[in-house]
């Protein structure tokens, strides 16, 4: 699985991080539950006037771990990770980055943090080193060598949004080489979940400001009912399908994707499969695609939040220049 992930993130191509440091490494790492905390957040909420942007949400990343925030626009996400980085007030609850309390030692905290702007991580024609040095000059550079020397944990928001495919990757490659070498702790925030599948140890989905779910990505793809996902497009089906389709052995949800496109979720792929197609013989209903797939974090995500996180998004991201971590509105 390592090898044949190299092998589609190198593209054929060797990415400048992994041929400076010779070898590429994509290990999925071990999420070690009795490692000590990086990050722990704790009943941690943020209002804005009446507006509730982050309700009451607590989870513990531990030393070494990858951990993905995944929600759509609007969830929270930077609000959370703009409140561990100090960066704005916490309403209330409390963030605490190796156990320094964010809101009473910020200095502290931001000795041990880096924040990586979506900029940066795409140029890939820049080593790690490279990167953090532009990251120094960009910040206040006092602090920027507390940055840039000891970074424990890294906070990404959306680094690869707005990628190209083969840059994503290179970009998810290049974590996973900062990671090995420096044992560092990753937060990370990304719209994809086919990345965050493969190389986080652990996936929080945040809704509304409210933490709605939170395990491993085979844990969570487990917690969802139905192991198979049958997708399926018909010709011209009449306007009672979904509910038909519904009623098969062993489905456990069916969405209607538009243009005749279904996704039906369901315990047995095989025994439904040959359900529908009969069903469709019979009703005189063409099918004009059919595949069957085990359950995806996408499957998950619609779970926890009704929405599909494909759908939610891609807006143009624009680069905005991160606050200087000295100013605390
Ligand atoms: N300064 C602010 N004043 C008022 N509301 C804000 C402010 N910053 C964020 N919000 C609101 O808080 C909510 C959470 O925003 P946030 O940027 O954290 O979402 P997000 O999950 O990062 O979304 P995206 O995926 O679009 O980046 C949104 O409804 C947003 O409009
Ligand atoms: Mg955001």
Not at 267 to 282: I, P
């Amino acid at each position: 699985m390592t090898a044949d992930l190299n092998e589609k993130s190198n593209g054929g191509r060797e990415s400048s991080a992994t041929a400076k440091s010779g070898t590429p490494s994509l290990e999925k790492p071990v999420f070690d539950p009795t490692a000590a905390s990086a990050i722990e957040v704790d009943h941690i909420v943020k209002k804005y006037g009446d507006f509730t942007a982050v309700d009451d949400v607590s989870f513990n990343v531990k030393e070494g771990e990858i951990f993905g925030l995944l929600g759509p626009n609007g969830a929270g996400k930077s609000t959370l990770i703009r409140m561990m980085t100090t960066l704005i007030p916490i309403t209330s609850g409390r963030a605490r980055i190796t156990g320094h309390d964010v809101s009473r030692e910020p200095d502290a905290a931001r000795r041990l943090i880096g924040v990586i702007p979506q900029a940066l991580t795409s140029d890939l024609d820049l080593t790690v080193d490279e990167n953090l040095n532009i990251y120094a000059k960009l910040y206040d550079v006092e602090i920027a060598r507390g940055l840039v020397h000891h970074p424990r944990i890294f906070f990404l928001d959306e680094p690869t949004t707005g990628l190209d495919p083969v840059s994503r990757v290179a970009v998810w490659e290049m974590l996973g080489n900062i990671k090995s070498k420096r044992q560092l702790t990753i937060l990370i925030t990304t719209h994809y979940m086919d990345e965050a599948d493969r190389l986080c140890d652990r996936i929080a989905i945040v809704d509304h400001g409210k933490l709605v779910a939170l395990d491993t990505p085979m844990a969570l793809k487990a917690s969802v009912p139905g192991s198979n996902v049958i997708e399926a497009q018909f010709e011209k089906p009449p306007a009672d399908w979904e509910q038909r389709l519904h009623t098969l052995d062993d489905v456990t949800s069916v969405q209607h994707e538009g243009a005749g496109m279904y996704r039906v979720l369901t315990g047995n792929g095989s025994h439904t499969t040959t359900e529908l197609v009969e069903m469709a013989v019979q009703t005189g209903v063409a099918v004009k695609s059919l595949s069957v797939q085990n359950t995806t974090l996408d499957d998950v995500f619609v779970h926890y939040t009704g929405r599909q996180l494909r759908d939610e998004l891609v807006k143009a991201y624009g680069f905005v220049m991160p606050q200087r971590p000295g100013l605390q509105p």
